[in-house]
Each structure stands twice: as structure tokens, then as C-alpha cells.
């Protein structure tokens, strides 16, 4: 370990489509992690990144695997290929570092968790934007008991039409936006808050039909809108909308605010780590506040999950963004489905998850 401390942490990308390139445009590669090379099931796709890139390509996922020069994959696959790449991963021995869901069973994910703590192994998952300089300030003044008791949460999640933007809008469709984007709101509060332990919900589709940007036609079974109650153990309820309809409302796209008994905090933004801060003593308007760090960078910083993943396995400690906390995060978000697909039944969470420790 001594040898290895002060190197960076060597990689192996699986998946390289859309993400892949986010993460890799936020990072110099070679400083806190070295992408050794990637591969996707998609040949044609891992040499056209990886010229891209300027990076060696693998011929297949299990020859990158048995590389023993890769300390640790980032798994940057479609969302019904995270269990079993991750899964093929820990197997292999390496560390890894997912991008969300962990998985798309609940089950699916406490075993990747279990899996990882047999192994000696680290298991980290996205999304990791409570972790942005606007979000870490939100998060002071929510634990840091100037808010007082914290009763109440808001967050919209309105994500407009994937298909307009996104080549490939389908599978997240398929996975339905609580899935894809809820999930964020859904991980900062519990960061913040601790474990959910019931919700209610209801699911709707808006317009069950949509066109690709090339206009094929394609249809999907989930709701495309959401409507949620989430209960947290420490008292707090929230209510969280999520939607692949709306692109913008006069509250802002991805607002998330933070009610106590005295005073509200709020970002205007769960994923911009520069957004705009505000708060106010109960009663006051709400104030732009200064940012608690230095230089906050714009957008999300996909890398950042990564390189405190990187840290925690060069210095022995857990990752900020551990798997247990994304298996809890998960529970939530199927606990959802199932009230929306059940007339809003209340259902039961019961899954526990240390709290990440805050950003310095």
C-alpha cells in the first residue's frame, strides 16, 4: 500500500457510450486515476472512444478483467448491464466504481454490497452530485442545525423530453424518470438526512408516444411522471416530483429546498455545483448566500465520485459514495414503483446506510 499511495489509482472503463466522455472531460487522465484502457460490447464504439481518447481498447470485458495491471473498473454501462458488470468485477477482484442505478433489483444490489465486504473490496456508485461546492453549502445549513428541525423537503425533478437531446432515448424510458433522475434529489436528501423509511406515490403517463431525433416512433409502458411522499426516519417527509414532460417551470428545473421550524435553505439546483444558494430565518425572504468554497466549478463534475473513490482506496477509508448508501437509495426508488402501480399504497423501507461525510 506504502508503494501505491501516492499513485494514481489505475482503471479500466467499461461502457463507452454518452457518460463515458463526461467523465473523461472533467479530469486530466494520469492525476488521481489512470484509465488503463476501455472496452464495450459495442467493438466499433470502444475504438472510436478509445481513439478519441488516446487510450488502449480491450477486445472484450473479460479480457480487461483478467488485465492485473487494473486495479479497479468504472462501470459505465447501460442501466440493466450495472449488476452484472459490477458484478463480474468484484469476481475478477477489482474495485468499482458504478455509475447509478447499482443495480435494478433491490436484492440485485445488497448482493453487490455483500459481495464487495467479502471480497476486501470497494464499491462505490454514482450519483454523487451532493458532493458539488453548492450543494455541500445547502448541506452545512441543513446538519448544521441553523435551519432547526428539518419537516419538510421539496424537489422537482423536470428533465424535459430525453429524445430531444439524446441519441438513444429508449432504455430511459424504459427505466422511467424516478429511476434515472429522481434518484438524485432522492440520494442528496438522504446524504443529508439519513434512511427513508415509508412513501407514497402515484405514476402517470403524459405522452406514452415519442419520436427519436432521426423520427423513428417508439412507445413505453412506465409513467413518464411521478408524484412522491418519502417519510424519513428522522421525522422529515418530502415531496419529490420527477418527469420526462417539462423542461422548465418559474420554480426552476432541478430546485431542491430544505424547510425547518427555523428557517429554509434551498439550492436551485441538486446537480449545478455553482448554482445559486438561499436561505432565511423562517418568515424572511430568501437570500442568496455566499458559497461556502472557493471557485465552484460550473455543471457536474462526474469525475469527482471517482476520485474520492480513488482516495478511499489509496488511503484505506470508505468512499463518500458508498454501495450500501446507493442499495438504500434503490429500496426508495423501487418502493416508489410499487405504491405508484398499487393506487399509492404506503410501502416500507428498511434498509440502513452510514452517512457520507461532508465535503472540506
Not at 494520469?30 to 484509465?35: D, L, M, S
Not at 455543471?299 to 477509508?317: M, T
Amino acid at each position: 500500500m506504502s508503494d501505491l499511495r501516492n499513485q494514481p489509482l489505475r482503471a479500466g472503463i467499461i461502457g463507452c457510450g454518452n457518460i463515458a466522455g463526461q467523465y473523461l472531460g472533467t479530469f486530466a487522465n494520469g492525476r488521481e486515476v489512470a484509465i488503463v484502457g476501455v472496452c464495450d460490447l459495442d467493438e466499433a464504439k470502444a475504438k472510436a472512444f478509445g481513439n478519441e481518447h488516446r487510450l488502449p481498447v480491450y477486445g472484450s470485458r473479460e479480457e480487461l478483467l483478467a488485465d492485473p495491471a487494473i486495479e479497479a473498473v468504472v462501470n459505465l454501462t447501460i442501466h440493466h448491464a450495472h449488476y452484472e458488470v459490477t458484478k463480474a468485477a468484484l469476481e475478477a477482484g477489482k474495485h468499482v466504481f458504478s455509475e447509478k442505478p447499482l443495480a435494478m433489483e433491490p436484492a440485485q444490489a445488497h448482493e453487490l454490497v455483500g459481495l464487495a465486504e467479502q471480497k476486501g473490496l470497494l464499491l462505490s456508485c454514482a450519483p454523487i452530485t451532493y458532493l458539488g461546492e453548492s450543494q455541500q453549502t445547502l448541506g452545512r445549513r441543513v446538519r448544521g442545525g441553523e435551519l432547526g428541525k428539518i419537516r419538510v423537503i421539496y424537489a422537482e425533478v423536470n428533465h424535459g423530453r430525453i429524445e430531444t437531446w439524446h441519441p438513444n432515448p429508449a432504455p430511459f424510458y424504459d427505466v422511467g424518470p424516478m429511476l434515472d433522475v429522481g434518484v438524485y434529489p432522492v440520494t442528496l436528501a438522504t446524504a443529508f438526512l439519513g434512511p427513508v423509511r415509508h412513501v407514497q406515490a402515484v405514476g402517470k403517463q403524459l405522452l406514452p408516444e415519442r419520436k427519436t431525433r432521426n423520427g423513428e416512433a417508439f412507445r413505453f409502458e412506465k409513467p413518464d411522471f411521478f408524484l412522491a411522499l418519502l417519510e424519513f426516519e428522522s421525522g422529515a417527509i418530502m415531496r419529490l416530483t420527477a418527469n420526462f414532460y417539462v423542461m422548465e417551470t418559474a420554480n426552476g428545473r432541478h430546485v431542491v429546498e430544505f424547510h425547518g421550524d427555523a428557517g429554509t435553505a434551498g439550492a436551485d439546483s441538486w446537480c449545478d455545483f455553482a448554482c445559486p444558494v438561499r436561505a432565511a430565518p423562517f418568515g424572511e425572504p430568501l437570500q442568496e448566500v455566499p458559497n461556502d468554497f472557493d471557485r465552484p466549478e460550473g455543471g457536474i463534475v462526474w469525475s469527482r465520485g471517482l476520485f474520492d473513490f480513488a482516495a478511499a482506496i489509496r488511503e484505506g477509508r470508505p468512499p463518500r459514495a458508498t454501495g450500501a448508501h446507493a442499495a438504500h437509495v434503490l429500496d426508495v426508488l423501487t418502493a416508489i414503483d410499487r405504491s405508484a402501480a398499487g393506487e399509492g399504497t404506503r410501502q416500507s423501507v428498511t434498509s440502513d446506510f452510514p452517512l457520507p461525510p461532508p465535503w472540506e
